[in-house]
């Protein structure tokens, strides 16, 4: 299948008018448990307290031989924590005294760092403590597993290198495994363009007391954009020195390390992390290296995160994963982008090619569908949650328009999942999703494109962190809002979903922002809706 060149594909700000213009047309609208340790291999996981081929090792001894000399502070691009296990957690940082140089300005040689975890912020009580080597192979990024750590519980962590401390942060484990925790509190966020604005939205996150964040994908953008608000100031990425380069830029941003110094994260990756809307091995444009290209963005994915993984070998990357909260919640963190077929259509957004209603295309690939059949057969859990990139809901406004390169692109794959939790009658299943820089609640029926089928499941979109929203989008939000299954649906704001998840309910709270146009705004939650246990509809506050 060709695909027509770059410039001829909708963007994102593009679509949704287009969505209205079509549907006018038309004259109609349709409406549409394991732990973190299994990250994708269900087989050969679990305690990973080894992390020797990490790139960041922990080690009882220091790397022999006197250091060089630091240029100035390493720790420019902060620290974070991710992968919460009930008796440990990843912590990472990467040494980079000025990120945006080759080499992050470090010199070529492994360097020693010191790590330690506290019950305090004041390292009064340290726990656990060691050294880690920092590899210039994995662009000095540190990997530590902490284990032995007790479950359900709050630590300080902090490293140390040369002369140099990095601030201090917060992280947590998750409750036992057999556990029955009474609540869990998240925040869902996506989509943060440099070039489209400022993450102000962390800031008001940074107050909520939130046990994780998961991020559902594109986390920075790999393309050469200036402006409207800032600009990438480089070219679009290529090889392991640009996508360094670009992380180390979108990293530096201190409301995002903020918000990473406040509790754990865990990660999805979408398309931007590599190429926009790339499909499995396929680019969006004619690329004969296109699979060297994705093993260098995979490559400094993984060297910029704090991931329960080994550094990444080729091209191919597992992440696919679940997070278990005791036993209330059990989260499957899919992979939509690696596995996928290409979309449909040439990809072209618009009304449906011939018969693409019949398109079995996967977006999981077999492997990771039965792997999530099979999770959703045997869990516990009280809580089902499917956190994946793109809008799983049927909005493709009776076939007047359709965006190929989501769930309503791949429309056999999405019914045979809906039919699979229909058989099986899973009870309180949530879908969260983003990408599309709305933000949305909706109901989702057994049947995708039936709004009058019985609902199943409820879906949370959403919107971005700082990617701009799209044009007239005023008058999107008038067709959407007459989707009968959509309860919400802002196409205007940027911000971030808060959940407080508990054995009785579910509750949604839609947090937005003015602007973000500057590093700080004033925000608020706009909308509040709830998923009650047993009740697979929303219902307003």
Same mark, same amino acid.
């Given at each position: 299948?060709?695909?027509?060149?770059?410039?001829?594909?909708?963007?994102?700000?593009?679509?949704?008018?287009?969505?209205?213009?079509?549907?006018?047309?038309?004259?109609?609208?349709?409406?549409?448990? %394991?732990? $973190? #340790? +299994? =990250? &994708?291999?269900?087989?050969?996981?679990?305690? /990973? %307290?080894? $992390? #020797? +081929? =990490? &790139?960041?090792?922990?080690?009882?001894?220091? /790397?022999?031989?006197?250091?060089?000399?630091?240029?100035?502070?390493?720790?420019?691009?902060?620290?974070?924590?991710?992968?919460?296990?009930?008796?440990?957690?990843?912590?990472?940082?990467?040494?980079?005294?000025?990120?945006?140089?080759?080499?992050?300005?470090?010199?070529?040689?492994?360097?020693?760092?010191?790590?330690?975890?506290?019950?305090?912020?004041?390292?009064?009580?340290?726990?656990?403590?060691?050294?880690?080597?920092?590899?210039?192979?994995?662009?000095?990024?540190?990997?530590?597993?902490?284990?032995?750590?007790?479950?359900?519980?709050?630590?300080?962590?902090?490293?140390?290198?040369?002369?140099?401390?990095?601030?201090?942060?917060?992280?947590?484990?998750?409750?036992?495994?057999?556990?029955?925790?009474?609540?869990?509190?998240?925040?869902?966020?996506?989509?943060?363009?440099?070039?489209?604005?400022?993450?102000?939205?962390?800031?008001?996150?940074?107050?909520?007391?939130?046990?994780?964040?998961?991020?559902?994908?594109?986390?920075?953008?790999?393309?050469?954009?200036?402006?409207?608000?800032?600009?990438?100031?480089?070219?679009?990425?290529?090889?392991?020195?640009?996508?360094?380069?670009?992380?180390?830029?979108?990293?530096?941003?201190?409301?995002?390390?903020?918000?990473?110094?406040?509790?754990?994260?865990?990660?999805?990756?979408?398309?931007?992390?590599?190429?926009?809307?790339?499909?499995?091995?396929?680019?969006?444009?004619?690329?004969?290296?296109?699979?060297?290209?994705?093993?260098?963005?995979?490559?400094?994915?993984?060297?910029?995160?704090?991931?329960?993984?080994?550094?990444?070998?080729?091209?191919?990357?597992?992440?696919?994963?679940?997070?278990?909260?005791?036993?209330?919640?059990?989260?499957?963190?899919?992979?939509?982008?690696?596995?996928?077929?290409?979309?449909?259509?040439?990809?072209?957004?618009?009304?449906?090619?011939?018969?693409?209603?019949?398109?079995?295309?996967?977006?999981?690939?077999?492997?990771?569908?039965?792997?999530?059949?099979?999770?959703?057969?045997?869990?516990?859990?009280?809580?089902?949650?499917?956190?994946?990139?793109?809008?799983?809901?049927?909005?493709?406004?009776?076939?007047?328009?359709?965006?190929?390169?989501?769930?309503?692109?791949?429309?056999?794959?999405?019914?045979?999942?809906?039919?699979?939790?229909?058989?099986?009658?899973?009870?309180?299943?949530?879908?969260?999703?983003?990408?599309?820089?709305?933000?949305?609640?909706?109901?989702?029926?057994?049947?995708?494109?039936?709004?009058?089928?019985?609902?199943?499941?409820?879906?949370?979109?959403?919107?971005?962190?700082?990617?701009?929203?799209?044009?007239?989008?005023?008058?999107?939000?008038?067709?959407?809002?007459?989707?009968?299954?959509?309860?919400?649906?802002?196409?205007?704001?940027?911000?971030?979903?808060?959940?407080?998840?508990?054995?009785?309910?579910?509750?949604?709270?839609?947090?937005?922002?003015?602007?973000?146009?500057?590093?700080?705004?004033?925000?608020?939650?706009?909308?509040?809706?709830?998923?009650?246990?047993?009740?697979?509809?929303?219902?307003?506050?």
């Amino acid at each position: 299948m060709t695909r027509p060149p770059r410039s001829a594909w909708p963007n994102r700000r593009q679509f949704l008018l287009q969505a209205l213009a079509a549907a006018a047309a038309a004259k109609s609208v349709a409406c549409g448990g %394991s732990e $973190t #340790s +299994d =990250t &994708g291999d269900t087989g050969d996981t679990g305690d /990973t %307290s080894d $992390t #020797s +081929d =990490t &790139g960041g090792s922990t080690t009882d001894t220091p /790397t022999t031989g006197e250091q060089p000399v630091l240029p100035s502070d390493p720790f420019t691009l902060g620290i974070a924590s991710g992968d919460p296990l009930p008796d440990s957690v990843i912590l990472w940082t990467r040494l980079a005294p000025t990120p945006l140089e080759l080499g992050g300005g470090m010199p070529p040689e492994p360097f020693t760092v010191t790590w330690e975890v506290a019950t305090d912020e004041a390292f009064g009580d340290i726990v656990t403590s060691g050294t880690a080597d920092a590899d210039p192979t994995f662009a000095h990024s540190v990997h530590v597993d902490v284990t032995s750590l007790s479950p359900d519980s709050w630590y300080w962590y902090r490293f140390k290198v040369g002369s140099y401390t990095s601030a201090a942060g917060r992280t947590r484990t998750t409750p036992a495994r057999d556990a029955k925790p009474e609540t869990l509190r998240f925040a869902s966020a996506c989509c943060q363009a440099y070039t489209d604005g400022y993450p102000a939205a962390y800031v008001h996150m940074q107050k909520e007391e939130l046990d994780f964040v998961v991020f559902l994908g594109d986390y920075m953008y790999e393309g050469a954009a200036t402006g409207p608000v800032r600009s990438h100031g480089t070219p679009e990425p290529m090889d392991i020195d640009g996508y360094r380069a670009r992380y180390g830029l979108y990293k530096g941003q201190p409301e995002l390390q903020a918000m990473h110094q406040r509790c754990p994260w865990v990660f999805l990756w979408d398309d931007h992390e590599v190429e926009n809307n790339y499909a499995g091995e396929l680019p969006q444009a004619a690329d004969p290296n296109f699979l060297v290209r994705r093993a260098a963005a995979y490559q400094a994915f993984y060297e910029h995160m704090p991931l329960r993984l080994a550094p990444p070998t080729g091209a191919d990357y597992k992440i696919y994963g679940t997070l278990d909260w005791g036993d209330l919640a059990t989260f499957w963190l899919l992979d939509t982008r690696q596995y996928r077929d290409d979309q449909n259509c040439d990809d072209m957004p618009g009304p449906g090619c011939a018969d693409w209603q019949k398109y079995d295309g996967t977006l999981l690939g077999d492997e990771q569908e039965a792997w999530l059949e099979d999770g959703l057969q045997s869990s516990a859990a009280l809580w089902k949650v499917l956190t994946n990139q793109v809008v799983f809901s049927s909005v493709n406004f009776g076939g007047a328009f359709v965006n190929f390169d989501q769930w309503d692109g791949y429309p056999v794959a999405r019914q045979r999942l809906l039919d699979f939790i229909t058989a099986e009658a899973l009870e309180n299943v949530i879908i969260i999703s983003g990408d599309l820089h709305v933000g949305g609640v909706g109901d989702i029926g057994a049947i995708a494109d039936d709004e009058d089928s019985p609902v199943v499941a409820a879906e949370i979109v959403t919107t971005s962190i700082s990617s701009a929203s799209i044009d007239d989008a005023e008058a999107v939000g008038g067709l959407v809002a007459g989707l009968k299954r959509i309860r919400h649906f802002n196409a205007i704001s940027r911000g971030y979903v808060s959940h407080e998840v508990t054995r009785a309910q579910w509750k949604i709270s839609c947090f937005v922002i003015d602007t973000a146009d500057t590093p700080t705004s004033p925000g608020s939650v706009e909308a509040t809706l709830y998923v009650d246990v047993g009740v697979p509809g929303l219902r307003p506050a």
